[in-house]
Structures are given as C-alpha cells and as structure tokens.
C-alpha cells in the first residue's frame, strides 16, 4: 500500500489514500478539497522517495469530511498544603479529511474514485413473508 508522510496542521502526519484522519482545525468548509503540498516522504511499492525537506511537485489531495472536536482533557493543578486546587478542561477543535490520493510530478499513486451508490432495489424484489 502507498503511503506518504506530509506536513499538516502543525503535525506530520502518515497519510494513506481512502482513509481519513483528523487534523487540527482546517480553515476550509464541509464537501471541500484540500492539497497539502508539503510531502516530506513517499513510498510507493518499494520505491522511496525523500524530500530536503519536501518533495517538489508532490501533492496529496483530500476532502473534508466534516468538522469536530476532540475528546475532553482534563488538566488538574494542585499545590498540596496550600488548599489550591484548579481544574479545566479542554477540546480540541479538529477536521477530518479524507485523503484521495498521492501525485508525484505527473504520476498518481493510489488514486482513489467516488464512491457510486447501490444499486437500487426493484420492485419485483419484495421481501417473502410467511403467514403463521
């Protein structure tokens, strides 16, 4: 499986095409493309290729899927012997994206299609019932 590691959200990430991940939050609105040109690294079927620092004419593309935000953190600080004690909480706020796939120069790697709907149901397909 092809994969690529790029530079996101302040994180480098390991990033697959038709999967998603979730990064700090995106300035970029629902149903959107996103490109993240900073690719530090990719392989594709043994064949490695290392950016200084990035890789020039290497893209991943993605979609967001939606935005969110992360579990609760709780941060507890205390000073014993001094009756101190102070509590708060935090969440991230994060976008999921789903990467599509990986493009070095003019080659895409892993490209990944539109998902197409199911087919529909048909009416001569009804559901058998049993009369008890």
Do not use: W
């Amino acid at each position: 499986m092809a994969y690529a590691i790029i530079e996101a959200s302040g994180t480098q990430l390991r990033v697959e095409p038709g999967r998603f991940y979730d990064l700090n939050r995106l300035a970029i609105d629902e149903d959107g493309s996103v490109t993240f040109d900073k690719v530090l690294l990719v392989e594709d079927d043994g064949n490695v290729t290392i950016g200084q620092p990035t890789i020039s004419g290497a893209s991943v593309s993605g979609t967001v899927l939606r935005h969110l935000r992360g579990r609760k953190i709780i941060v507890y600080k205390m000073q014993p012997k001094k009756k101190t004690r102070k509590k708060q909480g935090h969440r991230q706020d994060l976008t999921r994206v789903m990467i599509n796939g990986i493009t070095v120069g003019s080659k895409t790697i892993g490209d990944v299609a539109e998902a197409s709907p199911a087919p529909a149901e048909t009416a001569d397909a009804a559901p058998e019932t049993a009369d008890a």
